[in-house]
T-cell receptor
Framework: AQTVTQSQPEMSVQEAETVTLSCTYD???????LFWYKQPPSRQMILVIR??????QNATENRFSVNFQKAAKSFSLKISDSQLGDAAMYFC???????????FGQGTTLQVKP | EAQVTQNPRYLITVTGKKLTVTCSQN?????MSWYRQDPGLGLRQIYY???????DKGDVPEGYKVSRKEKRNFPLILESPSPNQTSLYFC????????????FGDGTRLSIL
């Protein structure tokens, strides 16, 4: 079965510091997509960053970057220069290519301390 | 404005009373999905649709029905709701291409007594 695991239910970071959120997944597929979504208290789901499995280069979006380790099936999210507005729940998600399936992890609640 | 609209936003109802949560998107997206969100479990996919008249089960389809008669609409039907279906529900859509981001609705909070 395809699964996504986020082993850190809660994390905290000091404003302006860097934090890394962990995600591992299990699949026998070789071609797939990985995503990080952010859910603030407003409960909106917002795409943070995405990675295509066939691309070796790690994706980057401004202060957000990923460390994609395909062999280890690991997809961590690094947030640099953390801001108060980064406080939210973060979900890692996996989608096999050419399907409509999207599998989420359990989520990590990030607290940002001023 | 590109959006996914789901209604109602909140609903309290009783066991066994059929209900429908509507979902509509205005982006001409092929893919639509329904998810439920429960504490500690993240979001779990209920059903998805890759085009009109094409639907498939997600990870937790029991107790739910869907239909995709038109491209823009994807209603979620609970024929006989039970308390274990109390949850926060999201509808989402995306275009062709698996790397396309999902556009989510604002969520529907269902409480079944």
């Amino acid at each position: 079965a395809q699964t996504v695991t986020q082993s850190q239910p809660e994390m905290s970071v000091q404003e302006a510091e860097t934090v890394t959120l962990s995600c591992t997944y299990d699949t026998s597929e070789s071609d797939y997509y990985l995503f990080w979504y952010k859910q603030p208290p407003s409960r909106q789901m917002i795409l943070v960053i995405r990675q295509e499995a066939y691309k070796q280069q790690n994706a980057t979006e401004n202060r957000f970057s990923v460390n994609f380790q395909k062999a280890a099936k690991s997809f961590s999210l690094k947030i640099s220069d953390s801001q108060l507005g980064d406080a939210a729940m973060y979900f890692c998600a996996y989608s096999p290519r050419n399907t409509g399936k999207l599998i989420f992890g359990q989520g990590t609640t990030l607290q940002v301390k001023p | 404005e590109a959006q996914v609209t789901q209604n109602p936003r909140y609903l309290i109802t009783v066991t066994g009373k059929k209900l429908t949560v509507t979902c509509s998107q205005n982006m001409n997206h092929e893919y639509m999905s329904w998810y439920r969100q429960d504490p500690g479990l993240g979001l779990r996919q209920i059903y998805y649709s890759m085009n009109v008249e094409v639907t498939d089960k997600g990870d937790v389809p029991e107790g739910y029905k869907v239909s995709r008669k038109e491209k823009r609409n994807f209603p979620l039907i609970l024929e006989s709701p039970s308390p274990n279906q109390t949850s926060l529900y999201f509808c989402a859509s995306r275009g062709l291409g698996g790397n396309q981001p999902q556009h989510f609705g604002d969520g529907t909070r269902l409480s079944i007594l």
